[in-house]
């Protein structure tokens, strides 16, 4: 009888803790759906076929707190493609190909404002590159015109993060310029470097950025959305670009990614101040200039 309920007692606990992780997944899996980029390969974050499902529901669930547009369909398992750093209107670069000892923190879309970023990249200089949405920037305006006080470089990230990849050009078009127009109009002028959302573009992407104004744009090399860097191969080395976004705890994140950098002898500088020295159809100086294969595990709840 008391081996029974034993018996019965283990079972119940096997099956609570059975629900609990599957409550857990479901989280893990919704938290993902706010977040695009996110993998340090610069591999596409997979946006599968189920988390594509559960977008309205999760879209729904968080628009209370943020201001996340709806999210754009992307294409499951979709890698950087053949373009980076190559021929084009404007260069594709995921690393910057230089010999000086940095690295350049880009912080992207701009859904979340959080006063101890602007605090962290204020008091220890760090010189950030912020890839904005015209959708999300909109509501925290003030925010991030005090990061730009601070030296923050306003980047654009399209009006309304959409996947341009396979987008007619006016489509393109407008998400690129219209983007330009308004920050223009909030920060006093035209950004000139770009990151399109999720990272996917097409030749037709850098015509139309070109002829906004766009100068240069950007994958990533790196990620660090936890604090914790994670590099697309080997160790975190001179040129990385690294892709963060505008969570909660930035501030605390951008703390521990300043002292990782430092730790592995390099500095933090401006994307832009490269740009120029940068050359135009230039290969790609990461090793993976093809589509790279499998990519590491996104950090925890990515972007
Ligand atoms: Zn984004």
């Known amino acids: 009888m008391v ?21 857990v997944v479901t989280r893990s899996g919704d938290a993902d759906l ?25 879209t729904t669930t968080t628009s209370t707190t943020t201001t996340i547009p709806p999210t754009p369909t992307s294409v499951p398992g979709v890698s950087v493609g053949p373009l980076i750093g190559g021929p084009g ?11 000086d000892r940095v690295v350049f923190i880009t912080i992207d879309d701009g859904a979340f404002a959080d006063p101890d970023a602007l605090a962290v990249i204020r008091d220890q200089a760090i010189p950030v590159t912020m890839f904005l949405n015209q959708a999300m920037f909109r509501s925290n305006g003030q925010y991030f015109r005090d990061l730009q006080s601070v030296g923050a ?44 959302p999720y990272g996917n573009y097409d030749q037709t992407t850098l ?28 160790p975190l080395q001179a040129g990385d ?47 993976t200039a093809a589509p790279a294969p499998a990519a590491p595990a996104a950090p925890a709840p990515t972007p």
């Open 241 to 287: 670009i690294i892709l963060m976004h505008f969570k909660p705890d930035l501030g605390m994140k951008l703390r521990f990614v300043l002292a990782q950098i430092q730790a592995a002898g390099l500095r933090p500088a401006r994307l832009q101040d490269y740009v120029a020295s940068a050359p135009a159809t230039a290969p790609d100086a990461a090793p």
């Open 89 to 99: 209107p404007i260069p594709v670069l995921r690393r910057i190909p230089t010999t």
């Open 3 to 23: 081996r029974r309920a034993r018996a019965l007692a283990v079972l119940f606990v096997v099956l609570v803790a059975c629900a609990a992780a599957a409550i």
């Open 34 to 58: 706010t977040a695009p980029e996110g993998t340090a390969s610069g591999v596409e974050p997979s946006t599968t076929s189920s988390s594509t499902t559960a977008t309205s529901t999760s």
């Open 207 to 234: 015509q139309q950025a070109a002829s906004c104004g766009i100068v240069a744009a950007f994958h990533w090399s790196a990620t660090a959305d936890t604090g914790e860097i994670i590099t697309a191969e080997g």
């Open 153 to 196: 470089v306003v980047g654009s990230h399209t009006s309304n993060h959409a996947n341009l990849r396979g987008k007619d050009a006016a489509f393109q078009h407008a998400e690129i310029c219209d983007m330009n127009a308004q920050a223009a109009e909030l920060f006093g002028h035209a950004p000139t470097l770009f990151r399109p």
